[in-house]
């Protein structure tokens, strides 16, 4: 009879993705993940299969996190519900946005989201190719925003708030770079949330035509 498992998937989930929450992707490692759980590094390994399997339960942990409401009848808005729901989802751990941009998963977690997804898009009549479409536009929307938050002209460094950025760029030559300035002065002032909604209306008012 085999012994019982010590560790559950959700164990394994909750403290891979909490290493990558404070070290980033460079601190997940089969040995900080068994330290992590209090255990051996090679107690891992009859639950893990090496470098995929610990990315795995990152995008697993991230994904899983997705919460969206239903509103039946009404796919523009459902697709907002789940769209809103991926962003926060990624969003909240910035660190595996790498992974999640590159990793081809297929778990249940990461899948379930991009299911619903898919049947609300399915709602605006749409089916086959016209309905990839539409996903991959919506997906990569609700990623790419994501991203852009990190690696834009307009992302923090390390210690920076919102202001400081606009000042950062606001010392640029004006002659050179006038759009940039008067668009780090406009994100000093916005709010991510109100951003990525208003992006999504647009996305959105393409799909309606």
Request: glycine share 8%; charged share 20%.
């Amino acid at each position: 009879m085999p012994a019982p498992r010590k560790f559950t998937r959700e164990q394994l989930r909750s403290a891979a993705l909490a290493l990558v929450d404070e070290q980033g992707l460079a601190g997940l490692t089969m040995r900080n993940l068994a330290a992590e759980l209090g255990t051996g590094a090679m107690t891992i390994y009859n639950y893990v299969d090496g470098r995929e399997g610990l990315e795995e339960l990152v995008t697993e942990a991230v994904m899983g996190e997705t919460r969206w409401t239903e509103t039946p009848g009404d796919w523009p808005a459902q697709v907002v519900s789940v769209a809103e729901g991926m962003w926060r989802a990624v969003r909240a751990h910035p660190h595996t946005i790498p992974l999640i941009l590159t990793r081809r998963s297929s778990d249940v977690p990461t899948l379930a989201p991009a299911e619903a997804l898919l049947r609300a898009l399915a709602h605006s009549g749409r089916s086959g190719v016209e309905l990839l479409v539409a996903f991959r536009v919506v997906s990569g929307y609700v990623t790419g925003f994501a991203q852009a938050e990190l690696t834009s002209p307009f992302a923090a460094r390390a210690g920076e708030d919102r202001a400081a950025v606009a000042g950062r760029i606001a010392a640029l030559p004006v002659d050179r770079f006038p759009k940039l300035i008067e668009m780090a002065e406009a994100a000093a002032d916005g709010d991510p949330e109100t951003e990525f909604r208003s992006g999504l209306a647009i996305v959105l008012a393409g799909l309606r035509a």
